[in-house]
């Protein structure tokens, strides 16, 4: 069993930017996949982001080249920096061990609380 507690997210205008986190606890066995999806009001969650256990990395095309995950091995933590963010980007975000198609896994029940991320002028 793995523990989840995401953190990071707020309120910003377009254009501006944030940087998630997520602690890792329990079973930090690395050797899976980490991924970030989403989950806006009235609709269905959506997977953003993930790495697997080779490091590749993969985005959603709706962020890619304006998100980048990483990971921090000595911290347990899992990272989603955010940029040029969008209207469009404001959901709840959480951090998941389980992925689908290389993006956090919308089907996963192993997720943390979530944080939300508001963007609005």
């Known amino acids: 069993q793995v523990q989840l507690v995401e953190s990071g997210g707020g309120s910003v205008q377009p254009g501006g930017s944030l940087r998630l986190s997520c602690s890792f606890s329990?079973?930090?066995?690395?050797?899976?996949?980490r991924g970030w999806l989403r989950q806006a009001p009235g609709k269905e969650p959506e997977g953003v982001a993930g790495?697997?256990?080779?490091?590749?990395?993969r985005y959603s095309d709706s962020v890619k080249g304006r998100f980048t995950i990483s990971q921090d091995y000595a911290k347990s933590t899992l990272y989603l920096q955010m940029d040029s963010l969008k209207p469009e980007d404001t959901a709840m975000y959480y951090c998941t061990v389980d992925c689908l198609y290389g993006l956090g896994s919308p089907l996963s029940k192993n997720r943390g609380q979530g944080t939300q991320v508001t963007v609005s002028s």
């Open positions: 790495v697997d256990v080779d490091g590749n990395k």
């Open positions: 329990g079973d930090t066995n690395w050797r899976v996949c």
